[in-house]
DNA sequence: CTGAAAGCGCTTACAG
DNA sequence: CTGAAAGCGCTTACAG
């Protein structure tokens, strides 16, 4: 195939013009319907490829979404963001567009540097994939282009996000654990890491409230440091709560393996729940009972939002939930109540 | 920041010409130092962003790889490839590239669809990562642009590859269990569905040939259908094996459950070795021992060969071999010979 | 050291 | 229905 075929070679080779050409490929008004075939045809004979690159410049739109995702969200054991870039990805083919990926380095999101996409006018739109500083957030909305967060959001900013539902999710968890005849439910989470992780709690609580049980301390279990990336191990209190709500399944995974070192049987001796549904949830026994995210539909909705911001500027779309569903499976216990 | 700041703005506000000001920008001979540090500045101040559209034009690169993965290796529980794509990313940040996913479906695979990204001209390059069809092998031959093929090769294919060398790591593997007194040792893997399957097993049974031991077919275990696609139950030997040599993690993960739930012991009454170091080897008791491959060695390998292509067309390098490394850990027991 | 001219490949008015 | 002209923002010779 010859890659460097112009539309003013087909034009010639017809004795048209590139314009009439232009118009034929681009399905547009102002050339006969055998024209149009006979430009078609053989622009599929000489291998012609659209030049991107010359209509980017005449409309000053790149066709291009970035896709941000800080780098302490992407090690070789966390692939949960990368499966919704991937969707994102596919999301975008509808409209013609592609997903750059670019990893947020931690010095850049430390020092405030933009991502290169940014300054080498490589996209028509961001989309912020992971809690960052709020310094960098703040960074991030002086760029003058669409953009939004996903998986998180940051109240002060006025930017629009989309998140799945955590607070509802950890709420209906809770009153199912509840439902089941726990009462000694403890939270596992660093409260002031991430809003998901917050917002996981709060609904947790709310459950408790509801059901007038106490919010203890000394139940709320912190596994990783403020800025969300390093686990901590979780300390065990004493004794034990039927019940552990953790904050994402790689925790609840790590958690389940500690009780199980330590002697205890899950389900039997205490349940446990996480959140995500991913690949940690059923890579052990039991697997985990959980929320699952619904990352198609998180990925659908920003990039219709992105894209209605790109055509019309000023769009807002204000916080979005996505909706998650429980996953019942076998690390909760029914317990009978004294 | 304002975003439609052109160089022709910044030449006009000094009064020089917009190719001073492109000359000055580029680092170019041809402006005095101090007129130079001015434009620089002023650029600065101005929130002027380099157009990459207008350059890609210009000289008809579009600094832009495409990495096409296929569909079926791109499941919520595969993350491999997900992370090379993001290893690759980063290396060609060093060349000012940036990397566009395209998941190759599988529709568009049989209907053999090349990707968008070739008929937009949005790419200088291609890697296709993980094996395709031998139709579709062809199909991308006949495109003019550089490409390799990562973790994946064709011998009829004249395509430039970066492979880890399975041979060498299934051998050595083999070579570490006869050491530990094994003599009976089976290989799971269907040797007809992808080159590193085939290569594995190829090592694993020069290792046998080494020590004048037999190759048994029905120690020969099929995992999956000949596309590479579904994993198919593993039927267990009658005797037992003991120890299995599989092709990859996630078989090896799948094997150590089925044994545990058929009431064997792992290592103790058998040993199962993976290959490829991923997720599923530390996410079971015992973790597995393994052959790691060098994500971040291939990734720049096959970054550093396609960006030579680009510069230098015709540049050939053949099949690279990038050596992994065993990583030992609990899932091999040391057997005493009778 | 500095700049006028031409061109990369397309599209958008506008004129016929 | 068809096309000549202008322009998107840059870079590459080339001339001064």
């Keep these: 195939m010859k890659s460097n075929v112009t539309m003013r070679d087909i034009a010639d080779k017809l004795g048209v013009s590139s314009v009439t050409v232009s118009k034929a490929l681009n399905d547009k008004d102002g050339v006969s319907d055998e024209l149009k075939e006979r430009i078609k045809t053989l622009a599929g004979e000489m291998g012609y490829r659209f030049n991107t690159a010359a209509k980017s410049m005449k409309e000053g739109l790149t066709y291009n979404i970035g896709v941000v995702i800080p ?36 010095e850049d999101e430390e020092q405030l540097n933009l991502p290169r996409i940014y300054y ?87 459950s408790l409230l509801e059901h007038r049980l106490p919010l203890r301390n000394e139940w709320v ?18 004794p034990l709560p039927t019940a552990f709500v953790c904050n994402c399944d790689q925790v609840a995974y790590n958690l389940v393996q500690k009780l199980i070192a330590q002697g205890y049987r899950v389900p039997e001796d205490c349940s446990v729940v996480g959140f995500d549904n991913d690949v940690y949830a059923t890579l052990i026994v039991p697997q985990l009972t959980t929320v699952g995210v619904d990352i198609e539909q998180m990925a659908r909705t920003a990039i219709e939002s992105i894209m209605k911001k790109i055509s019309h500027p000023g769009s807002r779309f204000g916080r979005v939930l996505v909706q998650g569903h429980i996953v019942y499976r076998d690390s909760v216990q029914r317990i009978e109540r004294p």
Tied chains: 1, 2.
């Design 221 to 238: 279990l912190s596994d990783r440091d403020d800025e969300g990336a390093v686990y901590v191990d979780v300390e065990l209190p004493q």
């Design 120 to 206: 080498d006018r490589k996209v028509d739109g961001f989309i912020l994939l992971g809690q960052v500083s709020k310094p960098y957030i703040e960074l991030v909305q002086s760029m003058d282009l669409p953009k939004m967060f996903l998986d998180f959001y940051d109240e002060h900013a006025d930017i629009d996000s989309v998140v799945t539902d955590n607070f509802y999710g950890a709420y209906e968890l809770t009153n199912y654990l509840i439902a089941q005849g726990h009462r000694d439910i403890a939270y596992v989470g660093n409260l002031y890491s991430t809003s998901s992780i917050q917002d996981r709690f709060l609904g947790y609580y709310k």
């Design 71 to 106: 780098e302490r969200f992407t090690g070789p054991s966390q692939s949960f963001y990368l499966h919704i870039y991937q969707q994102i990805s596919r999301e975008l083919e509808q409209y013609g567009y592609y997903g750059i990926l670019h990893i947020l380095h931690r």
